[in-house]
């Protein structure tokens, strides 16, 4: 159920390779990128975070019109996505939080509830995408995940630790690999090339 639910936008990260532009605020199709995951996420979640380093100011504007707000990372140097999800596991006041990259805007809109179904069906903590590309390979999308709230304790432990591998911090839990069809919801922008080629078409 979607009040179960909070929405948390991961933003937090360097952006090198957009020109070390924050990459969420990035134009697209005339709008911040962060926008348009925002409002695929928005009705997912009964609550709306915003993970983000910089640009407070600019993310708190954008969280506003969702009722939202921003997080800040409790660790110094870009640590990666894992402390933008712990920052939002300990946020959220529900019982899941539903993670998405800023730099994705075409988010699935059934995100949520296929990974919610998925993590009670086999019993999980964790659920998170996956796609399969038409030669067949699969492809894995860790950070569209539904998380419980209740394991900040133990991502908190793990980043202490000097760990940043999403996948690896997955495999200490009971987690779920969800496949879905439509491989552009998925698709995410990495630089400033892929997002003019994006733009064209």
């Known amino acids: 159920m979607t009040s179960d639910i909070t929405a948390l936008l991961l933003a937090g990260g360097r952006g090198s390779r957009m020109g070390g532009v924050d990459k969420g605020m ?32 600019d993310y708190e504007r954008l969280s506003a019109a969702f009722g939202g707000r921003v997080v800040v990372d409790s660790r110094a140097d870009y640590p990666g996505p894992l402390a933008g999800i712990v920052a939002g596991l300990r946020a959220a006041t529900t019982e899941f939080v539903l993670v998405a990259p800023c730099d994705a805007p075409f988010v699935d809109e059934h995100l949520g509830a296929a990974l919610m179904r998925a993590l009670d069906d086999k019993h999980v903590d964790i659920a998170y995408a996956a796609t399969v590309e038409a030669s067949g390979e699969v492809l894995v999308h860790p950070v569209f995940a539904l998380v419980r709230a209740s394991l900040a304790d133990d991502l908190d432990a793990w980043l202490d630790a000097g760990e940043r591998k999403v996948r690896a911090w997955y495999a200490r839990h009971t987690a779920a690999e969800v496949q879905f069809h439509d491989v552009r919801a998925f698709y995410n922008i990495n630089d400033l090339q892929q997002l003019a080629d994006l733009e064209r078409r």
């Open 26 to 57: 990035h134009s697209f199709r005339g709008e911040p990128l962060a926008l348009h995951a925002m409002r695929r996420l928005a009705p997912q979640a009964a609550a709306m975070l915003i993970s983000a380093n910089r640009s407070i100011q």
